[in-house]
T-cell receptor, first 110, second 113 residues
Framework: GENVEQHPSTLSVQEGDSAVIKCTYS??????FPWYKQELGKRPQLIID?????GEKKDQRIAVTLNKTAKHFSLHITETQPEDSAVYFC?????????FGAGTTVTVRA | AAGVIQSPRHLIKEKRETATLKCYPI?????VYWYQQGPGQDPQFLIS???????DKGSIPDRFSAQQFSDYHSELNMSSLELGDSALYFC????????????FGPGTRLTVT
């Protein structure tokens, strides 16, 4: 099955700086790559996604890049704010189930 | 906008008891997914349904079963509960079959004592 690795496991940034989270996947058939933000005890919230026919996608302060050849994708958050503090999960999908990375705990220092 | 609804939100059961978790997808969504998330862990896929048929199966124990009904809501039935079943159980829904956006419900926190 699909195996998704995510790095780093924790990330502390100064408010206003950028944050980058990287993920790799194992199954070249994966064709959909969403990113979720989860606050403690809350539901995972879809923040951005990218499909295998696209290399980059941006939505305001967040962007995702995908390199299918290398089988890795990354989340970029610019101008970080305290409300960006949360656990971020990357995931990969072949048609149905999502296989998640282990998560990155992001802390934005004021 | 309407979101995924899950009930109950909290459930406390004893070992060997049974539990039923319910999920009501976003209106017009026809695909439902169940995930289990332990403390400090990522969500683990259990099972999914598209148009009332099982579409994929993950690491779901044989003690668990699920189904999707004609109104697209889904139920996860858990029997012979074990302490290790204590977790957050999320339901997600999407529109259509394939790699579409999955929107998660608020989850059911199951505690087995």
């Amino acid at each position: 099955g699909e195996n998704v690795e995510q790095h780093p496991s924790t990330l502390s940034v100064q408010e206003g700086d950028s944050a980058v989270i990287k993920c790799t996947y194992s199954d070249s058939a994966s064709n959909y790559f969403p990113w979720y933000k989860q606050e403690l005890g809350k539901r995972p919230q879809l923040i951005i996604d990218i499909r295998s026919n696209v290399g980059e996608k941006k939505d305001q302060r967040i962007a995702v890049t995908l390199n299918k050849t290398a089988k890795h994708f990354s989340l970029h958050i610019t101008e970080t704010q305290p409300e960006d503090s949360a656990v971020y999960f990357c995931a990969a999908s072949i048609n149905y189930k999502l296989s998640f990375g282990a998560g990155t705990t992001v802390t934005v220092r004021a | 906008a309407a979101g995924v609804i899950q009930s109950p939100r909290h459930l406390i059961k004893e070992k060997r008891e049974t539990a039923t978790l319910k999920c009501y997808p976003i209106p017009r969504h026809d695909t439902v997914y169940w995930y289990q998330q332990g403390p400090g862990q990522d969500p683990q896929f259990l099972i999914s349904f598209y148009e009332k048929m099982q579409s994929d199966k993950g690491s779901i124990p044989d003690r668990f079963s699920a189904q999707q009904f004609s109104d697209y809501h889904s139920e996860l039935n858990m029997s012979s509960l074990e302490l290790g079943d204590s977790a957050l159980y999320f339901c997600a829904s999407s529109l259509g079959q394939g790699p579409y956006e999955q929107y998660f419900g608020p989850g059911t926190r199951l505690t087995v004592t």
